[in-house]
């Protein structure tokens, strides 16, 4: 079983910066793809990025976001650069033991808020 905890969520201005990071645990024995997913106010949860083991990366926002593995640490990163009010809500770390897709992601953190002011 797969535990993720995040961290590294706050408060900034617009043109802010943070990153998040995803603590992985358990049975990571296997290959598996590790995202960020997140939430805003009155939107359904969307993808933001994922990483699969070996590297392969999708990103929805990388014009502003990269996501990272550091695998001696088991943790996966999201730098997020030039944030913008639009990008305020909660954002979660998910663990997919298939592919990339959305829609394999089964393991989900507890949420991080990140909010951006204007």
């Known amino acids: 079983q797969v535990q993720l905890v995040e961290s590294g969520g706050g408060s900034v201005q617009t043109g802010g910066s943070l990153n998040l990071s995803c603590a992985v645990s358990?049975?990571?024995?296997?290959?598996?793809?590790a995202g960020w997913f997140r939430q805003r106010p009155g939107k359904e949860r969307e993808g933001v990025a994922g990483?699969?083991?070996?590297?392969t990366i999708r990103n929805s926002l990388k014009d502003r976001f990269t996501i990272s593995q550091d695998d001696a640490e088991n943790t996966v990163h999201l730098q997020m650069n030039d944030l913008k009010p639009e990008d305020t809500g909660t954002y979660y770390c998910?663990?997919?033991?298939?592919?990339?897709?959305?829609?394999?992601?089964?393991?989900w953190g507890q949420g991080t808020q990140v909010t951006v002011s204007s």
């Open positions: 998910a663990v997919s033991l298939q592919t990339c897709n959305w829609a394999d992601f089964s393991v």
């Open positions: 990483i699969y083991t070996g590297g």
């Open positions: 358990g049975n990571t024995d296997s290959t598996y793809c």
